[in-house]
């Protein structure tokens, strides 16, 4: 299952960051992780993280590809917005996706109606 490029979606992180086994494994084997800004946006703000904590997301996040928002990321974005009614932050984790091509790592099985794009929900379980 393991491939050499994935992006893991805000869920992935908090599961490897809790410390589940199988995604775990999958960031190990995997040498190139991506992820959107909108995952780093969305770890961080949130209220009930320490001060450790958020240097534990930082340091891992350093070592991942973040992928900011591009015309092109937008502009696809929109286009599955439109398409399958996500809310923003989960059409830019497909338009992003989309356009590194690469696997998306994600508990939310909504992106499986995105044409094209190729989910791994199942290591989340």
């Given at each position: 299952m393991s491939g050499n490029r994935i992006l893991l979606d805000t869920n992935a992180f908090i599961y490897f960051f809790e410390g589940r086994k199988k995604i775990t494994e999958l960031v190990v084997q995997t040498p190139e992780i991506y992820y959107s800004v909108i995952s780093e946006i969305e770890l961080l703000s949130s209220t009930h993280l320490t001060d450790l904590e958020i240097i534990q997301i930082q340091d891992f996040l350093s070592f991942c590809h973040c992928i900011d928002l591009r015309a092109d990321i937008v502009a696809r974005t929109i286009e599955i917005r439109k398409q399958y009614n996500f809310k923003i932050p989960d059409a830019i984790i497909a338009a992003t996706t989309l356009n590194l091509a690469v696997p998306l790592v994600s508990a939310d099985v909504a992106f499986q109606r995105v044409a094209g794009?190729?989910?791994?929900?199942?290591?989340l379980t």
């Open positions: 794009l190729q989910l791994i929900a199942d290591i």
